[in-house]
């Protein structure tokens, strides 16, 4: 019997449906650190510190409150930069791929060959690769000038970002938020 016109199905159909539900799962946990966009740009939580103790403790508290908010703005920037860039887009699009695969969806230990190898190792080897193919691609000024300018928004924004209305307790953010105004 001949099966013309049927698809072919794999078997391993429900592996990769755990696998995506998966990755699904640890960017929304990734994306739940995020604080609101609307929150970070309040306009009326923005001035000049008073000193330098000042900004050093705004700088602190801001990096620690806002992290995620940050690193997701310096990776839309460096990505902006690369769009002029198409191999290094590609590059980077791979490595961010190779990143998830072998440092943040991974469930079990990683083995190569028998051996063990621990997450610090992964660590060093994507980190000094990722730097080394991007370097390789001809966008070095480019790459660099973008991980500046994320830097310094960052920085600035950490800056001159008032901390007196940052809920840095969840269960108090969660209750003051929720209580009726009188």
């Not at 691609?137 to 480019?142: F, L, Q």
Request: aromatic share 12%; charged share 15%; hydrophobic share 55%.
């Amino acid at each position: 019997m001949t099966n013309y016109g049927t698809i072919p199905t794999s078997s391993s159909g429900p592996v990769n449906v755990e696998f995506i539900s998966r990755a699904k799962d640890v960017l929304k946990e990734g994306l739940a650190a995020r604080r609101p966009w609307k929150e970070m740009f309040n306009f009326h939580s923005f001035n000049l510190p008073s000193g330098v103790s000042d900004a050093i403790s705004r700088i602190k508290t801001n990096f620690s409150f806002f992290q995620t908010n940050y690193a997701i703005v310096v990776l839309v920037i460096v990505f902006l930069s690369l769009l002029w860039h198409p191999i290094s887009l590609i590059v980077f699009i791979v490595l961010m791929a190779v990143w998830l695969f072998l440092y943040f969806l991974r469930d079990e230990p990683l083995v190569i060959f028998g051996r063990l190898i621990s997450d610090r190792v992964v660590l060093i080897v994507l980190s000094v690769l990722t730097l080394a193919l991007l370097l390789f691609t001809g966008a070095t000024s480019n790459i660099l000038i973008a991980l500046a300018v994320g830097v310094f928004v960052v920085l600035i924004h950490a800056l001159i970002r008032k901390t007196d209305d940052l809920f840095l307790d969840e269960e108090s953010a969660g209750f003051l938020r929720s209580a009726p105004s009188s």
